[in-house]
């Protein structure tokens, strides 16, 4: 499969695109201007939020594409290209469930805003390295805004104690999805970044084989299903490893960017 034909290109951001400390290596804004000069698309594909993704892009935040909260929104220049919110029932119930596990923080993901309930200060430090407009309230279920995801921190492991409880309860009619050790996103059964990128596909004319995508855990699954050329990084995930056809170096190691410029940019 020719890699001169690529179109398209997403990479999942924490443990994939930055290093271990949440920073973008410098030398992504040449490789970001070597593929725009290309024509090629780049898109940060995240659970972060919207406003959290573009400050870490800083000076081309209004350029790149956007896939944020893990696929349930697409952004691109300011404007939305894709949208999968989840109904107000479907927020009632989580967020309910969710307040009976011990230890579980919850962040109620808005178009506007994410919004929290707890006044911890480690939850707080935590939250706010991926909910950079983040909003303290007495009750979730009286914010007025339109909500895409529900994200929830347990410091012990989501894994563990967080998606046995809410998958059996919710799994059937929502996506419910580690995504990292100590996070978990309820989505819109329909959401994933790989449905992102499959309407991406079909609204701006390029094929999933000329798709690229890189990713380390398992809300990248989905991701990696919708690209040919699926890498999973070193420090991925062993079963995301399996799922992906190829691997990149790891995180630490830049991987993404390596593997960009050999295959894509021939540098």
């Not at 999805?177 to 790989?194: F, P």
């Not at 999933?208 to 050329?229: A, I, P, R, W």
């Amino acid at each position: 499969m020719s890699l001169h034909n690529i179109k398209f290109i997403a990479s999942d951001m924490d443990g994939t695109l930055l290093d271990d400390s949440s920073q973008l290596s410098p030398e992504f804004f040449d490789v970001y201007r070597q593929l725009t000069e290309k024509g090629i698309i780049f898109a940060a594909a995240s659970g972060r939020q919207y406003a959290s993704l573009q400050q870490t892009f800083g000076p081309i935040k209004d350029e790149i594409m956007y896939i944020a909260e893990n696929g349930t929104l697409v952004m691109h220049q300011g404007k939305e290209l894709y949208c999968c919110p989840l109904g107000n029932d479907t927020v009632e119930g989580i967020v309910a469930e969710a307040r009976q596990i011990e230890g579980a923080y919850i962040v109620l993901c808005g178009k506007q805003s994410a919004y929290i309930e707890t006044q911890d200060p480690q939850a707080i430090a935590e939250l706010k390295k991926y909910y950079h407009q983040c909003l303290y309230v007495e009750d979730l279920l009286k914010v007025d805004d339109e909500f895409i995801k529900i994200a929830i921190c347990h410091f012990d492991s989501t894994e563990k104690f967080v998606y046995p409880k809410l998958n059996e309860k919710f799994g059937a009619t929502n996506q419910v999805v580690v995504s990292a050790r100590i996070w978990l996103d309820v989505m819109n059964a329909q959401a994933s970044k790989g449905a992102a990128i499959e309407h991406l596909q079909q609204t701006l004319g390029f094929t999933h084989e000329q798709t690229m995508s890189f990713g380390d855990y398992f809300n990248d699954v989905e991701m990696l299903k919708s690209s040919y050329h699926s890498y999973a990084v070193e420090n991925a995930h062993p079963d995301v490893k399996q799922l992906a056809r190829f691997s990149a170096p790891s995180n630490l190691d830049n991987g993404v960017l390596k593997v960009i410029k050999e295959t894509v940019l021939n540098v």
